[in-house]
């Protein structure tokens, strides 16, 4: 199983909304990433989790919040966000000892009214 | 973070090849060199890397110069679903946790 899985796929909130993201991941991998992507952009890292210990943040706001609760799953919870923060949500997964590719998940399309 | 620079975009011809060129003068002696590509409305996904020498697989060539300041990305026959952003990327150091940053990438146009 090579798979990410993000769920939801489409998500519309409200900016007083509470949402999360999901994914999860079955490979074994302790590197997890959350990338940000608007349209026409590439993506943009935001957090990257090593051994479910949040290793770097990109200076990302605070109503971005990452969770790790174990080594298959990566959570984003959102927590009022503006409507510039609609974008594509991709998680990815990385087996952390050895140089080998990341795989992505479909991502998250994230509209935020 | 050491850069990388591609071309806007490109075309190219069903089952011609395609050469797609990644400057990354900056670049250390610890730097691998991946390639990913993400098609209309997917996730990324991992076409293939490497560090000084040319690497095949079933997907595509990587041609690495001697001085490793740039890379060659080659699909030998493109077909219409080989059309996507092709992004160069410098793999970071273990410290950073092999951190993934996108530059803008190549935008390749594929006409039947």
């Known amino acids: 199983d090579t798979e990410v899985t993000q769920t939801p796929k489409h998500l519309v909130m409200g900016m007083t909304n509470k949402k999360s993201l999901k994914c999860e991941q079955h490979?074994?991998?302790?590197?997890m990433y959350w990338y940000k992507q608007k349209a026409k952009k590439p993506p943009e890292l935001m957090f990257v989790?090593?051994?479910?210990?949040?290793?770097i943040n990109e200076s990302v706001p605070s109503r971005f919040s990452p969770e790790c609760p174990n080594s298959s799953l990566l959570n984003l919870h959102l927590h009022a966000l503006q409507p510039e923060d609609s974008a594509l949500y991709l998680c990815?997964?990385?087996?952390?000892?050895?140089?080998?590719?990341?795989?992505f998940g479909q991502g998250t399309r994230l509209t935020v009214v | 973070d050491a850069k990388t620079t591609q071309p806007n975009s490109m075309e190219s011809n069903e089952e011609e090849p395609v050469h797609l060129p990644c400057n990354h003068s900056?670049?250390?002696?610890?730097?691998?060199i991946h390639w990913y590509r993400q098609l209309p409305s997917q996730g990324p996904e991992y076409v293939i890397h490497?560090?000084?020498s040319n690497v095949n697989n079933r997907m595509a060539s990587l041609a690495i110069a001697e001085d490793r300041k740039s890379s060659t990305l080659i699909l030998h026959r493109a077909t219409l679903r080989d059309a996507a952003v092709y992004y160069c990327?410098?793999?970071?150091?273990?410290?950073?946790?092999?951190?993934?940053?996108f530059g803008a990438g190549t935008t390749v146009t594929v006409r039947a």
């Open positions: 990815a997964s990385r087996n952390r000892a050895k140089n080998t590719e990341a795989f």
């Open positions: 490979m074994g991998h302790r590197a």
């Open positions: 989790y090593s051994y479910e210990k949040l290793s």
């Open positions: 900056t670049i250390s002696g610890t730097d691998y």
């Open positions: 490497g560090l000084t």
């Open positions: 990327i410098l793999r970071g150091l273990p410290i950073n946790d092999y951190k993934l940053s």
